[in-house]
């Protein structure tokens, strides 16, 4: 009798045991369309030399539209427009970025957590760790984020952004 009441122990035992184990494995994947609502607004970023990049995040559908300008000493020496959606296949949304004076760019990001977030050049989806240029960055506070972008492993730039209100 001993041994079948110690038996049964051991055994749920290793139920709650393998139950514990297989709770702490299964993390859930974060929500990509709530996670980049966090975008939307105007940003406002400076840098040095009396430069400023502004950026402004509008809804637009299952994704979002920006409009992006940079001014030194008050003039106006870049500019920018963005439309990105979200690809349910892919889990990650994907933007086009038309530069002003150049080609244009096409990007996907997608968040790792519910504050950090990558991103690399289309052509780099399917290895991004071996990407010649990405990008990460994490959201601070909701009115807080940087980003940083990496050419061949390496920081070229890092932008932080401030909520304008």
């Known amino acids: ?8 122990s051991i055994a749920v035992f290793l139920l709650f045991l393998l139950n514990g184990v297989q709770a702490q494995t299964t993390a859930t994947k974060p929500n990509q369309v709530e996670l980049m609502k966090q975008f939307i607004g105007n940003w406002k970023v ?4 009396d430069t400023v990049y502004y950026v402004d995040y509008k809804a637009f559908g299952s994704g979002f539209e920006g409009y992006d300008r940079t001014l030194a ?6 500019e920018e427009r963005e439309l990105w959606g979200y690809d ?11 530069v002003k004076g150049k080609d244009i760019e096409i990007w996907v990001i997608w968040f ?13 989806i399917s290895n991004p760790d ?18 940083s972008e990496f ?6 730039l890092t932008y932080n952004f401030k909520r304008v209100k």
């Open 130 to 147: 071996k990407a010649s240029i990405r990008g990460e960055g994490e959201f601070k506070s909701p009115d807080a984020y940087s980003a």
């Open 88 to 98: 349910s296949k892919l889990d990650k949304f994907v933007g086009a970025d038309f």
């Open 73 to 78: 000493k008050d003039k106006m020496i870049g």
């Open 112 to 124: 790792t957590s519910n504050t950090k977030f990558e991103s690399v050049h289309l052509s780099d």
């Open 151 to 156: 050419m061949n492993g390496k920081v070229v």
């Open 46 to 49: 400076e840098l040095p030399k």
């Open 1 to 8: 009798m001993k041994k079948l009441c110690l038996t049964i």
